[in-house]
């Protein structure tokens, strides 16, 4: 049957529509200007004439930022960063959630009361640097790994999921002489891999954005990710990151700063629609469904 819109559910609908037109314009239109600035000349920078589309192309910016090889090591320590750390945090919270899923675990009441305690309250900012240094992982790229391991949230939801599975699979496989182990890795996350996606790219866009621990912990500005690199360029302006034997004339420190913002969100802006849909999954992954 045919549902025939009122002038009122029309109206209602354009302005919706108008709305978020707006919204998704605005939030865009930040990209479209570091695009077009980038690829800018200096000269049209300096005389302030950028809208949202370049008026005089130029690639001097990005010749400037890749003469050197600070932005690939950075972009290569992130990636490393982002690789292994996604896969750390998805092996530790797998191997604590799937036990936690277990009413038969002795002391499972305690443990979770302790994984919620950690969602409400932590031990601060200088408590943890200690524990970092004493662990000898001041200075490492380890030191931006393993203490954000496991997700408190993140191993809740684990946790709710894995309960969802039936109980007779896994006594299958018992029976067929799987011990715990592996029911874990043969058994339970195969199916998982819904959530193990969705988990996958949350923790990986988490490591890919951090730079306050990196700051916190490395001295080294060799092993900089590139978030950090990003904002000594933006932030304290520094700038001079290239070959200083171009000529000034050619080189705009706002154009380099919007190359480098270009340059270091290409990478996840090129991965996030293909895994969008995970988000939406992730919404729903552990609740309780009627």
Known sequence: MKYDKT?????????????LFIIALLCVLPFVYVLAVSFTSPQEVVKGGII???KQWSLSAYEYIFSTNTLWRSMLVSIYITVVGTF????????MAYPLAKQTLRGRGPILLGVLFTMLFSGGLIPTYFVVKELHLTNTLWSLMIPSAISAFNLIVLKNFFQQIPDGLEDSAKIDGCNDVGVLFRIVLPLSMPAMATFSLFYAVAHWNQFFNAILYINDNTKWPIQVLLREIVILAQSRIGDTSMDDAEIQPLTIRMAVIVFATLPILIVYPFLQKHFAKGVMLGSVKG
């Open 7 to 19: 002038w009122g559910n029309r109206l209602f609908d354009w302005i919706n529509y108008s709305l």
């Open 88 to 95: 750390i945090n998805l092996l530790m919270t797998s191997l």
């Open 52 to 54: 949202l589309f370049p």
